[in-house]
């Protein structure tokens, strides 16, 4: 086999392996089908209980988005949002991010994206029914990502 064929092997095979290790980490992360129906994302317990300590906060946070609302109180409203925005996306660990498949990542970073759009939004309107058809629309993802995805902790007994 001359030089030029070896290369060129070499180099198709190390493009295989970037395509699939993308596939894996970009794409399917570290997921298999559960046995109700929903993808189970596979996660340490400590990547688990950042996970879920997040999905806390945001139900919180809707909390006083929602009670904030019913008082016409656009200031808290807008505080509250802007504190589950992208600031709270950043500081996600790079090795969690590659365990979630492509569609969690869409959901997390749109849900975190339309948070700073509500912020944004309460500040600019007087008007609470306008924030509350956002918020509902904004709990759309939760909801999706909820009835598609569960989490399980990695087995290290093997």
């Not at 008082?71 to 709270?88: I, N, P, Q, R």
């Not at 365990?99 to 309107?125: I, M, N, R, S």
Request: proline share 2%; net charge negative; glycine share 6%.
């Amino acid at each position: 086999m001359d030089l030029r064929k070896i290369h060129w092997l070499v180099t198709l095979m190390l493009a295989a392996t970037v395509v699939a290790m993308g596939y894996f980490f970009l794409i399917k992360g570290s997921t298999f089908l559960g046995e109700d129906g929903r993808t189970t994302i596979v996660l340490s317990e400590t990547e688990k209980a950042s996970v879920l300590g997040e999905m806390r906060a945001m139900l919180e946070g809707v909390q006083t988005i929602t009670e904030a609302i019913g008082h016409s109180d656009m200031e808290t409203v807008a505080l509250a949002a802007s504190s589950l925005g992208m600031v709270v996306a950043n500081a996600d660990s790079p090795d969690l991010i590659a365990k979630l498949p492509l569609e969690v990542k869409t959901l997390g970073l749109g849900t975190h994206a339309a948070f700073d759009d509500l912020a944004q939004h309460a500040k600019e309107t007087d008007d609470p029914n306008v924030i509350l058809l956002e918020l509902s629309d904004l709990m759309l993802n939760c909801t999706t990502c909820h009835a598609s995805y569960r989490i399980a902790i990695e087995d290290f007994d093997e």
